[in-house]
Structure formats: structure tokens, C-alpha cells
């Protein structure tokens, strides 16, 4: 049987052990990760936390609803067992009915044809070989850009979270980044240690870009880029991203670069060899 649980209920070891050992584990669905970017989380279950389903919650005009919260890509159903689509339309049924908006993004393990869903991308490379193989995969416009000499700049690579925030909300003010956003973003980088790290880039001193990234056992997410303009055209995220493959090439790990839906982005991590991995995201409004 699927319950619904409520946060102060939840079996924090048994949860995380679960998505832990799960397939499609997604580090955005881990309880320390969860508790930084969502005000509540409750919890669809079944059976001794063999099937789990994480399910951010926030209320407007006193109705409860489901929503992705900022800094997270994937959640859905996580579970060491084998999970078919009608476990699937089982645990969307299982939704207590006082939720009446429901906006998800399934993890891609999760595959289910639905009316309400629509299939968004994302883009993965397989760091499973030595920088040099890697990199013949590049298109031939990042190979030139690649060959640039970067020694000017200078990564550090246990990075300031402090210095990170400060320019990332400089960068964003034009475009209303929320200040909440911003503190779960702290949060992440304050709580997750060695799970969630800092890269602050220098020239002369001075800060000019930055990453904030993701390492769980399997994959490198690239969670938070940050370069202006003056930065892109010096290609300074190209010498980023070559930094961290260097740094974990020949690992049986996947760079996740979040995927887009914008033309110009997509470019950009397909330049790299990066393939496509496609979730789905579920929307409902029941009236």
C-alpha cells in the first residue's frame, strides 16, 4: 500500500538509504539536499521504504501544492527495484486529494507516457575515459578554443561561497534572482561538504567567473555557472569545464550539465560531445 507521510515522519536513514541504492539515485532527492531548497518535503512510500517518492510542498491561498524547487532538476520515484510505469500512474493516484496543483519533473529512469507530461532534455558525458579521448569527441570549434593558453587565470578550487554569492547575486540583479534562492544556494554550499563545491576563478586577483558543482557516486552535475559577458568571450567556462574533466577523467562517472531548452545553450554542451537524456516533467491543475 502507498501512504502518504508527512516531513516530521519521515525515516531519514531508511529515505536516504533508498534513494541511495536506487538506479536512478539523483543527489537533488537526498534529505540534507531537500531540506536546503524546499520550506517542506513530504514523502509518497511504499512498503518499508522499498518505493520512495519525494514531494516538495508549499501552500498559496491555504491549497497545498507540489512544485520543483530552485537548484533541483530530477526527483520522481527511487527505489532499488525494478519501477514500470504502472508503479508509476500508481503513486501520481496515491497524491492526497487536497494537493490541486501538481508541477514535477520525474527523474529519467521514470519512463511514462502521459497526457499531462512533456519530455524536456538534458545533456550527459561520459567521463569514463582519459581527457585526451575525451576531447576528440569535441566539435571542432571547442577543439581551437580548448588549445587556448588559460595560464593567466587561476581556479581555486576550494572556493569562497561567500565571494561565489556575492558576484553571482551582482550578475543576476537585472534578472530578479530571489534572495531565497540565493540562501538555499547557501545552504547547499554551507551543508554539503564535499558534495557541493565551490570554484572561484581569478585573473590578477580579481574574481571573474565561477561554479558551483555536484559530486554524488555517480555523476559531476554542473549546477551553477557563473561568467559575464567579458568572461564568455575569453571562453573562461570552456577552461572550466576541461578543468573538472581533467580532474575526474577515466571515472566511471557522467558530467550532467542540466540540460536546456534554449537553442544556444544546447550548442554549448553538445560542443563538448555531450548526448541527451530526456525526463519528464508532469503538470496538473485539478479543479
Known amino acids: ?12 536513514i531508511k529515505y536516504d538509504q533508498c534513494v541511495e541504492n536506487s538506479q536512478a539515485c539523483r543527489i537533488y532527492a ?3 539536499y531537500l531540506d536546503c531548497t524546499c ?14 517518492m519525494p514531494l516538495p510542498v508549499n501552500v498559496k491561498y491555504g491549497i497545498p501544492y507540489i512544485y520543483m524547487p530552485s537548484w533541483v532538476q530530477q526527483l520522481g520515484l527511487f527505489s532499488p527495484n525494478l519501477i514500470d510505469e504502472n ?5 501520481l493516484k496515491a ?15 521514470n519512463k511514462f507516457p502521459d497526457l499531462n507530461t512533456v519530455l524536456k532534455r538534458n545533456y550527459l558525458l561520459s567521463l569514463d575515459q582519459r581527457f585526451e579521448q575525451i576531447q576528440k569527441r569535441y566539435n571542432t570549434n571547442r577543439k581551437r578554443i580548448s588549445k587556448n593558453c588559460f595560464k593567466e587565470y587561476v581556479i581555486e578550487k576550494k572556493g569562497s561561497a561567500a565571494v561565489f554569492l556575492f558576484h553571482y547575486k551582482k550578475l543576476n540583479k537585472p534578472y530578479h534572482v530571489l534572495d531565497q534562492a540565493i540562501d538555499k544556494l547557501n545552504c547547499l554550499c554551507q551543508t554539503g561538504s564535499g558534495k557541493v563545491n565551490v570554484w572561484n576563478v581569478f585573473k590578477d586577483g580579481v574574481f571573474i567567473a565561477g ?17 559575464d559577458d567579458k568572461a564568455k568571450k575569453l571562453h573562461i567556462p570552456t577552461y572550466i569545464i576541461n578543468e573538472l574533466i581533467k580532474d575526474y577523467q577515466a571515472q566511471e562517472l557522467l558530467l550532467d550539465f542540466e540540460g536546456s531548452m534554449v537553442s544556444g545553450v544546447e550548442k554549448f554542451y553538445q560542443s563538448f560531445g555531450a548526448k541527451p537524456e530526456h525526463y519528464s516533467y508532469y503538470k496538473k491543475r485539478i479543479f
Open 211 to 227: 561554479l558551483v558543482w555536484l559530486k554524488d557516486k555517480k555523476r559531476i552535475t554542473y549546477l551553477v555557472p557563473l561568467a
Open 1 to 12: 500500500m502507498i501512504r502518504y507521510i508527512p516531513a516530521k515522519q519521515i525515516d531519514r
Open 95 to 109: 497524491l492526497p486529494k487536497k494537493i490541486r496543483w501538481i508541477d514535477y519533473q520525474f527523474n529519467a529512469n
Open 87 to 91: 508503479r508509476i500512474k500508481s503513486f
Open 30 to 32: 537526498y534529505s540534507w
Open 39 to 52: 520550506n517542506r518535503w513530504d514523502l509518497l512510500i511504499e512498503g518499508d521504504y522499498d518505493f520512495v
